[in-house]
């Protein structure tokens, strides 16, 4: 943003721009106000980048009009999370590429960008209920050019299921650990990994797993350290940050 | 209950006792009343089971009170909890076999009992911090005639740790799981023991371990079967219930 | 585990296993892989013990397949528990044998094995409305090989309810105390039986029930020793614990 | 209230009150206003009944100012709930007649009143802890003209305790139940008498009991039918409203 | 009870019953076992009390068959509460004189007992939609012999409302406060009032109402004293304690 | 109210009135009962302000009625909030100038009053699922006769969206910030504009949101000052309190 | 803020200030930065108006050194907030000034402003233990000039007390309701007053009232329209938002 | 620990190491056991990386016995958080080169490691307050060897302040925000940067902040992508999770 200030100032210098202009310009830009949203049209700079629609409590009709903002100006693959099924139909008729996956409900239009992260992104589930959440980092994480290997019901409560999948682990440079019910697994990964690991409480459990609450509670305790949390069955922002994590740069 | 309640019925048949005399006994036998408490005086019966005395709540000289008639009805050893340091000092003037932990703050009065349990109870637990709430387990179950291993310092966070006490844990009849923060102990544990494990979340953590309420939670939901749980801190409760489990009958 | 290990390294010195067929090995063998579950082939070791499929949040098909693997095993009885009866019908198409209770949503696929415990089990509800958690307490403590012996509405509201069964509590080896409200059945069991008590509170009640917060935290508190505490509404968990406890054997 | 408003109505008519006067009666009249509290002078009417303050968060000099109006307004006994050690000494030098007991931090200023009650109010302890909550209970029933007896340490872990003491249950026209920790008292007492129960949680307890608030719910989720609430260690609130219920009245 | 206890007693010793006679009689007599439930039978002696059955998670088939045990015993009228519609429909077909109120779920099976409380009992809500239950709490008070006064809509952000019912609060002997949200009902009526105030807080509301939990917090700190508080939505316990305080006796 | 009893007194006194009609009318003229509510008919004095019918638990019939009794009072324009769209038909068939916003679920019946506020009011969201609760707020603002300016999806993680309403921001008079998940919006408003801010958090989100709890504790730690907080979702409280706040006027 | 950018803009274009130093005098004018602190210097344009010290968390030199900056910076008075009072002596040594009130710990350095604000401002208390945080308000809105009156201890418990204040209540142009436990007053307040009303929920209360959680959740539920909160004991934010709405101002 | 297990296999086959002495090896290697600790010794295979004690319940005798068996094994520089002043002053003296910060309560021995990861951490906090916890951050990533800047007392209520650090914000490869109250730093950070952000909670803040709760969920809720969450006031964690993601390598 910064840089963007700087040009217009020049510009403004210059005199090849009107201090009205400017100060347009420095309100107007980035985005693209269709009234019920704001589309952000800054990101498509830097190339591949997909933007993403929260597709929860948006009308199809929103979701659409918003992703036709972002394909007029460029920018694709479009991820769209938490997309219901009887939305994703209405979706899919008028964006006949749209990758529908009823399990994560993520919806995908365009191509995959390249994979181009420092190395491989593991995401282990605890058990086959957390799959879904699971999936939704997978996704995310590959749309956002990061190659991934999933490993699913990997539970403590069976060890050598785990310790099965030391190389996974070792060879990983982020890991994502996906649990419900007591979310142990975050804290086994965090002992035995030497990586970054981004843990998913899921809402998988009954009584007093509160919909996730006590995995949350339990991942933000972990007794291992260099693992942080993201929000209950938050599939997407895990594997947004790992995809992050995995394209770091140095700054100068 | 119900044999008194017959021996008593059998006696007014026989004339031997007044129906007032009947109702009388059936109210009063079974406890000695001290007005600030009703002292058990039944356990008596079955020898070697020590009567427990919670002491939090309590001032030096009620817990004195108690034990005095303790002692006259010929129970020992007798348990203290929760005795606070000042307290016991003004107890062990009373009773100068009184012997203390500070750490656990558990007092005994009087001798060990013979260790008559079916087989080894395992007390473990996941951090230096957790010994306290061990300990109270670990004498508690001691106390009440148990054999007891303690391996202490085996949280998940070092998994090489906890299999080098494989021996211990497959050797155990019964194991305490004592751990706070995110209390992956008891579900590491749980799935690897093949016998009853007791949970015992410790209020060691700070933030969003809320005094042990996230190890209280995460126990409650391990994806190991076999675990149950007892209240945050409660090494006497789960002592005391292992101890029953070690000191399990056919009854007819 | 640690005996397999032996056996392995045992092999590796003898020259009759390599050392990468080793660390195979010792990856590879205790379960079955299949994609999205890791089946448990270990247990079939001990002869009559049955695996268990959680059945909430997992698809018909993935259900059947997880059951396939495991009778190709060898292993049954298989239980099957959160069986919806939706499921339950397509489940029981792949399965003739499969019996199925609606109330406690618990299928059971194979036979029941000898009961071979060390005592009874009295299985005790406070209400009517608790009976589907009793239920799948019972069943699974049978499938376990026990025999089991179920009360129902004994609630605190009415004493001379609970002590008429003064025998039952007396004569049991272990105790399930099943109770949703206050949950003050298991205090009050915990006081007059001599046996382990294991408490599951139920979801029944309204308001500040808070869907059986208040009964698990009631337990969890109970002024009765010797209550240990399972998950809401976990009639499994306790089931399997107290097989466990009734099947209590010296180890050497 | 309306009473007093046709008073002055009809004083205003007659015309032996202006009606600027009126106004200012209505406003002014049923209490005395002293800057940091209005004192209620209203009561007094109704002789013998006792006016409280509430002593928590009050200095000792307000303390002492509010008691001096109500005495030179008539009002007496005072009763002082929540009083601290120390505000007691500065308040007892003011007025030498006050008598403090320290357990319940309670303070009586003046003359018992006659007990004018219908019938007799028993107040029940589960522990020894819950002492001083039931001591606060008893001496405020007291101090508004009730007999009381109170029966301590009939905690439900030991029914038999509970169950000598029928006679006072049974003969209770009122009873205060005072428990902490799992709170079942007032279930099992709520189950045995054919009286109103007004129950007592209290902070006795530790780790999960979350300092009266299990005790609380359990109450309020009672399975016996005809028991009320009153928060958490407010004996006061209790010997109040059993008073209230002890002096009911046919109106017309 | 303890009296039958003593007549049993007087019987064994005029021989005219044998101790396990005694015994079996203790144990069997105060109820009735159907299996699913222990219906009790010992009510009816005090006529016209009629008994309850709780609705919620129970079949049809049970509510039935309680019932039919209950008008066996001779007991009426049968109150059921919490009975859904459909279920409402299936009793009603087995007992034509079935009278169901939607609103609050209650169904009455038999004839009104006679009026003979001491006094009047006022049920006053907040809102409309706190009617449903109060109509509980005035339908059961009703039930239990009472004469009741319903004033709905007093809440106390139009006081003036309130207030024009001052003749009905002065003259009630016990009441009933229901309401939601914020609750303050109880509190103004609690100060307004000079009888027993019992407040059923409702699950009216939203967002941060927590279906009632705020009402219940709000009832259980009112400023006023004399005021007690049952579960949410529990209209039936408070019209069944407040008809106990409206029969209060004098006991010897 | 006091004007009104003045004048009441003053026709006391003048004998006018006699005291039984001046009770009368103190008692019974600022609303009309219609038994399942009372009609508030005193605001119609203050010309213009719609009176509101809160839709949640009322059935339509309620509802209509208590609109005929408004309307008969000469009240409108009539506000209905929470207003299902099911029984926005049926009351849409009594009146046929129902206004009805599915989104927001209000029906307005009769005519928008003259906009005679001190400023401009901004409504703004932090998101596009945010819009219902907003409209809720602006529709009721504009009831009362302000005007509204409506901003959406201004949310923090795109700052430069909401700096380009700076303009707003700066020229409002009132702000109303609606936002969910973790309700930032509030506190970055908060610190932008120099006049009073109400939040109002909303129930968008999932998880760790609990519902809007998120959202709403956030608002109330507000790091910025000068920001208040209404109930989870409440558009309309938010609306009536900026109404008031822009309609603020000297008194004497 | 806007305004500002448009003269750094125009002085850019004509050639008076470099495009570095433009972007240099963005980024530093508006504060001091004091490394543990950015002191906002930017409010001084706008005379009289006080900046605000939060003096919780900071030690006594911290707190010096922001006041010297703004002081230098020509800034009075300067206001602190929950300023202990060790604290409060060390900084009364810099400044001779300083104005303590140890109950509200508030402190002041300077001078009153004029009370320039359109009408006067009620602070209302339920109680006489919530004066503290009423004197909080009270004195920022003083120092932020506004008119105050302050009236305590009008509880709805002595609803007569409350009404005695109808005059005050219905002059004042805002409303601040200070009250704890149940916090009704702000409904009952709400429902008298036509002016916009600020609560603050206090730490006032015991047991249920969870440090004043019961409070603040009541006064969120308002069945009075027109009722925002802010903090828990948050006297300064309730002050300093009714000094901004009462000095509403008309923008272009 | 695979290359290990892989190496002893070798060493078993070559016949260099018996059997027994495998399973020893294996089992005791990798950590020192004191007794009431078992101190990791395999992590000084990678020179430079401190190993850390979590003093917290720990007591200074238990710390310099841990110290001591790190030291003797040749790692540094030992990290202890959570370090009391009483403590550190007897630490100290047994560790002449301790350097210790009473603010954030951390102690280091030995010295600094080169700054060798991938760009530089910046380490930003919201208040003055959050000082300790944003220190305890940037001291743990100093020790493991990363170059940190630290900006203080950014909070989004005054956004020109965040805005003038943009250059810290675009130039940082890893963010850790620090912040209490509404947490909001975390979101409007989130939405700024372009690289992964680890946010602190504090327990900055009163009243409804819950000593860190409210921050915590907002920034578990944030509405940026590519946030995650540490535990309240874990400055330790984040840092140590900012090293590994900057110290980040590709793994074959």
Avoid at 53 to 82: F, H
Avoid at 99 to 118: F, T
Wanted: glycine share 12%; aromatic share 4%.
């Amino acid at each position: 943003m910064k840089t963007q200030l700087k040009e217009i100032l020049e510009e403004v210098r210059a005199g090849s721009m009107s201090v009205d202009d400017a100060l347009l310009k420095i309100k107007e830009q980035p985005f693209a106000d269709i009234g019920y949203a704001k589309v952000d049209t800054h990101r498509k700079i830097r190339q591949g980048t997909p933007e993403v629609i929260y597709g929860e409590g948006k009308t199809p009709e929103q979701i659409i009009g918003i992703a036709r903002t972002m394909l007029q100006d460029g920018q694709q693959p479009i991820l769209i999370t938490r997309l219901q099924e009887a939305s994703a139909a209405l979706v899919g008729k008028e964006f006949s590429n749209l990758d529908y996956h009823p399990a994560s409900r993520i919806g995908i239009i365009g191509n995959w960008p390249e994979k181009d992260g420092i190395g491989k992104i593991l995401v282990a589930t605890a058990g086959t209920s957390d799959i879904p959440a699971a999936e939704e980092a997978a996704l995310t994480a590959e749309a956002y050019g990061n190659e991934v290997v999933c490993r699913y019901d990997m539970g403590v409560s069976g060890l050598h299921r785990l310790l099965a999948h030391m190389d996974d682990i070792m060879s990983a440079s982020v890991i994502i650990a996906v649990a419900g019910m007591e979310g142990a697994l975050a804290s086994v990964i965090g002992g035995l990994a030497d990586c970054p690991v981004i843990a998913v409480p899921t809402s998988v459990g009954y009584g007093a797993s509160f919909g996730g609450v006590t995995a949350l509670l339990a991942m933000l305790n972990s007794c291992a350290s260099g693992v942080a949390v993201v929000n209950i069955d938050n599939g997407f922002g895990a594997g947004y940050l790992v995809s992050r994590i995995n394209h770091m740069e140095i700054k100068k």
